[in-house]
């Protein structure tokens, strides 16, 4: 019923050259290849490469460009894939152009050509929650010859799959809503073409950034109950935006799933529902930090998706890397991961929180 965790480095082997598919745990590994085919069948895909964490999914793709060749990303990206693509390929001579979700919607084939090897999407964004039509993006993307790596890690394979809708790679951390327990770091590429495959295995093992077996075993413990799990943080992040699309202390809320959300009909037509992601702006910067210290239910730490609900400012937390950066993270900017306890309970600590903000901000 359980998948073993093979807890081996090292496999005996029949004689030279003759084993039963394992013989060194970097290279391949039985608990890792059952995370693999079920990761990659749950993205539709015909193979899946697992890693030790996203950001070591993105540095095993990041392999597939050279020095010279350019890399056209959404501008709202995670600060850490953002510091990656900064501060360590930039300087190597790779090429970046960064462009908001509006420009890459409207007009992406105005701002890519032949030496874009890759256009790096994120949907919904990592914090602004904003959303890009894949399907439109892919078009445009491979008429110049370019791959389109899309990180899913917001939405998850339960609501939405990138390679349906025309993208090369499916990017996860699985750290997040794939195990949902904040207890196991680990990342995923997932992938049609078999050419871009059989690199990402051979990178795989030759840079060796490949979670161990009890990590392996960890996610596919938590992908039993992905999609209960995500109905619920989808039905009480509804919830928790319609609160707050309310209240007289919040300026904006970002949440897909609202009507008011400029990306609300993309995101409709291709998520299966919208997520367990929200932000919204908070008065000053100065309320935000004081905010998302004084909830009690609401966790403050970094990461998300897992079944407890957290809460942080990205500008000095998860998006510190940006600071510098011209699409930097609003310094009022609070995000939520909404987790699957009761709603009641999360708005009543929500609405606990800001009326102190009103009173602190009244004196």
Known sequence: MTVPIYQTSTYVQDEVGVHKGYDYSRVANPTRTALQLCLASLEGAEHGVAFASGMAAVTTVMHLVSPGERIVSVNDVYGGVYRLFSQVYQPKGYE???????????????????????????????????????????????????????????????????????????????????????????????????????????????????????????????????????????????????????????????????ESHPGHEIARRQMRDFGGMISFLAASEEEAVGLVARTKLWQLAESLGGVESLIEHPARMTHASTADAPFAAPRNLVRLSVGIESAGDLIEDLEAALVRSAAAAGA
């Open 96 to 258: 970046f152009t960064y462009l908001s979700a509006e420009t890459i919607n409207a007009e992406l084939a105005q701002h890519i050509d032949e030496r874009t090897r890759i256009v790096w999407l994120e949907t919904p964004t990592n914090p602004l929650l904003n959303v890009i039509d894949i399907r439109a993006a892919a078009e445009a993307a491979h008429a110049v010859g370019s791959l389109v790596v899309v990180d899913s890690t917001f939405a998850t394979p339960y609501l939405q799959r990138p390679l349906e809708l025309g993208a090369d790679i499916a990017l996860h951390s699985t750290t997040k809503y794939l195990a949902g327990h904040s207890d196991v770091v680990g990342g995923f590429a997932a992938t049609n073409d078999p050419t871009v495959a059989e690199r990402l295995y051979f990178l795989q093992k030759s840079l060796g950034a490949v979670p161990g077996p009890f990590d392996s075993w960890l996610v596919l413990r938590g992908l039993k109950t992905l999609a209960v799990r995500m109905r619920q943080h989808c039905e009480n992040a509804r919830q928790v935006a319609q609160f707050l699309e309310r209240h007289p202390a919040v300026e904006r809320v970002l949440y897909p799933g609202l």
